[in-house]
């Protein structure tokens, strides 16, 4: 009888290391997930920083090829074509057709554009009234708040519903039109910096 205690303590000694060991296991295999956790994490916020660097750095590429204005960086691209494929390269580039937000910065960008395009152009600004005739919204369909109409001689907008999209006039000194969105126009990509 003692030796079927023997054999039973001996059981349970057997149970309670096998027990033990993989409890010793399972907090080094946790700690180790723990560590890899984190290393990915760290991995992560590296890929992320690098990703914000080389939008940085292109941005300081697209503003060396362009000019900056309050916040923004514009540039420009003198190939005509329609609102819609203009408002896609700019998209395509990370920014946004040009949209003035004050009077200044309407100023700026009628000068940028007869600097970098010419004396005699339009570009497509990235405001229209596609979905509701007369309410003019930028394209995160947000109404505008600062307009520049030119209604001294031909009350614009008066396009009605041919006439959608909005264009900056440098003949007119940054006065805005409405025009035909499948009209062909230059067009001034914007960036914001942060």
Known sequence: ?????????????????SSLQQTSSKKK??????????????????VQELNLLKEQQALQTVCLRGTK???KCFLADPVKKTFHSAS????????SLSTPLTWE????????????IGPEE?????????????????????????KNWETEITLQPDGGHSQNCAV????????????????EKAS???FNIV
């Open 29 to 46: 295999n946790n700690k180790r997930d723990s560590a890899v956790e984190e290393l990915q994490k760290q991995i992560n916020d590296i």
């Open 122 to 146: 339009h570009i497509w600004l990235g405001i229209n009234d596609m979905i509701t005739d007369g309410q003019w919204v930028d394209q995160s369909g947000s109404n505008v708040r600062f």
């Open 1 to 17: 009888m003692e030796t079927k205690g023997l054999k039973m303590a001996f059981c349970l000694l057997l149970m309670v290391h």
């Open 69 to 71: 204005v309050l916040g």
């Open 88 to 95: 896609e390269d700019c998209i395509a580039k990370g920014g």
């Open 105 to 116: 910065e309407n100023e700026q960008l009628h000068n940028y554009v007869r600097q970098s």
């Open 188 to 190: 001034v990509c914007e």
């Open 168 to 183: 900056l006039s440098t003949t007119a000194k940054g006065k805005w039109f409405d025009e035909s969105c499948r009209a």
